[in-house]
């Protein structure tokens, strides 16, 4: 009992806030770096391209551009539009006008109950495949909801904000959930219907949007939070969740 109360009063400690400072020559290179990234877009995000990003770019040994993209990788480039304009690389109105040619051209991609599918050619916007991914669909709707968002405090483009919200509410992610198992199936094949037997079943996973913004939405039950596996590890003094590969993209990807 006594143990439990000192627990008790630990746990009910006020962390003190507080900002991590950088120096001036730390901010300086970070920011290029953020520059960099952008200028990557403005290169490969082209009209000739549908104002949608490559899947990646091969400089060596030979230059080859992966002319197909996912939910993820437009979701991410929406959000990353508006950090630019956030910090300062690039400008709002500038942000605004790259946003809305990609929302343009989502509003033309051929859709399952909603949802993009995995894969698109950024040349034609066929569908590649016939994959709908629950993960990418979670990723690309909470970077949307983030990105509508910013238009809505920062910009007066109703219309934008209302497209982006359309494509928002119209994404049916029930579809993807196992009732039985209280999970979300890792996709559904589009040509059959079928989901997907996997499921993803721990907290610390790319996932975890997909989760938070579902039940958030009232597509999933709250106690689906409690189905995901919190299953601990230690090494020396550190103890944390474990992954299925222990990446750093399966523990911070969500926090992004």
Request: proline fraction near 4%.
């Amino acid at each position: 009992m006594i143990c439990a109360r000192v627990g008790a009063v630990c746990l009910d400690r006020v962390i003190p806030s507080g900002s991590i400072r950088i120096s001036d020559s730390d901010r300086s290179e970070l920011l290029s770096e953020a520059e960099k990234y952008m200028n990557f877009f403005r290169d490969y995000v082209t009209e000739e391209e549908n104002f949608l990003p490559p899947d990646n770019v091969q400089y060596t040994p030979v230059y080859r551009v992966a002319r197909r993209t996912s939910p993820t990788n437009i979701g991410m480039y929406l959000l990353s539009c508006v950090c630019a304009a956030e910090l300062g690389i690039t400008d709002a109105e500038t942000a605004e006008t790259c946003i809305a040619r990609t929302v343009e051209t989502v509003k033309k991609l051929e859709k399952y109950r909603g949802n993009l599918y995995n894969w698109y050619s950024t040349e034609n916007l066929s569908v590649l495949g016939s994959f709908v991914s629950s993960v990418d669909s979670g990723n690309f709707l909470c970077c949307m909801v983030a990105v509508r968002q910013w238009l809505l405090k920062n910009r007066n483009n109703t219309a934008l904000a209302e497209a982006m919200e359309k494509i928002i509410a119209e994404a049916d992610l029930k579809i993807f959930y196992n009732s039985p198992r209280n999970l979300f199936s890792t996709g559904i094949n589009a040509d059959t219907g079928e989901a997907a037997p996997n499921c993803y079943d721990m907290l610390m996973s790319e996932a975890r949007m997909l989760s938070f913004f579902a039940i958030a939405t009232g597509q999933a039950p709250k106690k689906h939070w409690q189905s995901l596996s919190r299953t601990m590890s230690r090494n020396g003094k550190y103890a944390g969740p474990v992954a299925w590969t222990g990446t750093m993209f399966e523990f911070f990807m969500p926090e992004l």
